[in-house]
């Protein structure tokens, strides 16, 4: 996993709310088992009408995609994470993620940094007023700035250090590997 420190880029505004993992990523791209060659399943039915945003030029090299509240929500597959990341949104911006989508979301080396409602209505209307909104992302500095403002968000230092470092659960582990293989060896 690539190490994510910061990043700038176009900022996508996902307008909606409760955005749950079906619309993300329709079930008949779940027979994957790779983590790419999704990205033509992301938002599978919203992206058929020309107006969606992700078919709009300014948008179709974000990085960072800006949605309401509870994203990510409904069922617990990792394929919308992955569907994202094979897109290149590497951070997500709302007011509140579910619970497992936020968590798959730090297993894929994606970034989901939630701002109160009141700064991301902010965001949203800076995106409003200038299609192709780029915005920095700051993870060790812990904000988001752009036109509308320079934003804090939290973050569980763990999680924050395993993003900075590029470190995945198997990377973890294998930080181990010389004591498993020790006490491997002690077993036997």
Request: proline share 5%; net charge positive.
């Amino acid at each position: 996993m690539k190490p994510f420190t910061t990043l700038t880029g176009v900022a996508a505004p996902l307008d909606r709310a409760n955005v749950d993992t079906d619309q993300i990523i329709p079930k008949q791209f779940l027979k994957r088992i790779v983590r790419s060659g999704l990205r033509d399943g992301l938002f599978f039915d919203w992206r058929r009408d020309p107006a969606f945003v992700l078919n709009q030029p300014a948008y179709r090299q974000a990085r960072i995609l800006l949605a309401r509240e509870t994203f990510g929500c409904g069922s617990s597959r990792e394929h919308a994470a992955w569907a994202l990341k094979d897109f290149g949104i590497l951070a997500l911006i709302a007011p509140s993620f579910a619970d497992i989508f936020y968590n798959n979301c730090f297993k894929n080396g994606m970034l989901p940094a939630a701002l109160p409602a009141a700064q991301v209505d902010r965001l949203f209307a800076a995106a409003a007023a200038q299609p192709g909104l780029e915005l920095t992302v700051d993870l060790a500095g812990q904000t988001i700035r752009g036109p509308a403002g320079e934003f804090r968000f939290e973050i569980d230092a763990y999680r924050k250090q395993c993003l900075l470092e590029g470190l995945d659960d198997i990377a973890l582990t294998l930080q181990h590997a010389a004591a498993i293989t020790a006490f491997e060896q002690a077993r036997r």
